[in-house]
């Protein structure tokens, strides 16, 4: 018995050591950068996407008697709908994600205990970062179908009008 409380001990202080490097390291990059590489980079790819939904959004109309930018039936403006509630949500989650990220960035000069805390806050939220980065994952990758079948459609249409 005593031998599985010594593995035991020994299991613990391994996974304490293993924790307190990762928070170390964590704290070190804040402490130089002010936030972590990935969230940084993460922080640099949603503010991209953003831009890009705002030009989606300038595209989409939200007036239901505009002329349809696809063709004039119920089908595209369904289409159009679905689209805009997609631009919406997109922007909705991005800026969530932002605000997080921007939670857990520290500017200016940070001593060794204030990057020590933002590494803890970063390591608490990162399966909240993983959670909206992926609903906002599934939301972009439900945009660029409903782009790419608009591109389909309107390359049959330029095929069927240059057949006739």
């Known amino acids: 018995m005593e031998a599985i409380a010594a593995f035991g001990l020994a299991a613990n202080v391994i996974q304490i050591i293993d924790v307190s490097k990762k928070l170390r390291s964590t704290s070190y ?5 002010g936030s972590t590489t990935q969230n940084s980079e993460l922080e ?6 953003v831009k890009l939904n705002d030009r989606a959004k300038s595209w989409s109309r939200h007036d239901s008697n505009a002329r349809c930018p696809i063709k004039e039936d119920e089908e595209a403006r369904e289409h159009l709908l679905s689209f805009d509630v997609l ?3 997109c922007e909705n989650i991005a800026q969530e994600l932002l605000g997080i990220l921007s939670s857990l960035r520290h500017d ?3 001593s060794t205990c204030q990057s020590f805390i933002q590494a803890i806050k970063a390591s608490w939220n990162s ?3 993983a959670e909206t980065k ?4 599934t939301i972009q990758k439900q ?3 409903h782009v790419q079948q608009h591109i389909t459609e309107a390359i049959l249409r330029s095929l069927d009008a240059s057949t006739v």
């Open 87 to 89: 631009v919406i949500e």
């Open 127 to 129: 399966k909240y970062v």
């Open 134 to 137: 992926n609903r906002l994952d």
């Open 44 to 49: 640099t790819v949603v503010k991209d996407l």
């Open 108 to 110: 200016g000069d940070a």
């Open 143 to 145: 945009l660029r179908s």
């Open 29 to 33: 990059e804040i402490c130089q950068d």
